[in-house]
């Protein structure tokens, strides 16, 4: 019995919402490797779709570098309280409503 064979025979005995699971990891397994869904290798995609999630990253890790540099120059004390200051401006625009 092939490696396939054995797989094929354990999949069939998986109730249906484990099949799900099991094509979702499989999906996923064959994307790490490169390989589409249709099983053509797609070096060429992966190798482009990696770049192109390598530049996102860098976009993304430097838009946050960015943000903790404007925290850092924040008027507002480190320990400053957000929540008490929305409620002290909440009471003193409506009042007490509860």
Same mark, same amino acid.
């Given at each position: 019995?092939?490696?396939?064979?054995?797989?094929?025979?354990?999949?069939?005995?998986?109730?249906?919402?484990?099949?799900?699971?099991?094509?979702?990891?499989?999906?996923?397994?064959?994307?790490?490797?490169?390989?589409?869904?249709?099983?053509? #290798?797609?070096?060429?995609?992966?190798?482009?779709?990696?770049? /192109?999630?390598? +530049?996102?990253?860098?976009? *993304?890790?430097?838009? @946050?570098?960015?943000?903790?540099?404007?925290?850092?120059? #924040?008027?507002?004390?480190?320990?400053?309280?957000?929540?008490? /200051?929305?409620? +002290?401006?909440?009471?003193? *625009?409506?009042?007490? @409503?509860?």
């Amino acid at each position: 019995m092939t490696l396939q064979q054995e797989a094929y025979e354990k999949i069939m005995k998986l109730p249906e919402d484990s099949i799900r699971l099991f094509i979702v990891m499989a999906d996923e397994i064959a994307r790490q490797k490169g390989i589409s869904s249709d099983g053509v #290798s797609g070096k060429n995609t992966s190798s482009y779709t990696r770049s /192109a999630l390598d +530049e996102d990253l860098k976009r *993304k890790q430097k838009a @946050f570098q960015e943000m903790e540099e404007m925290r850092e120059k #924040s008027p507002f004390p480190k320990n400053f309280n957000y929540e008490k /200051a929305r409620e +002290e401006a909440m009471y003193e *625009k409506y009042g007490p @409503f509860a």
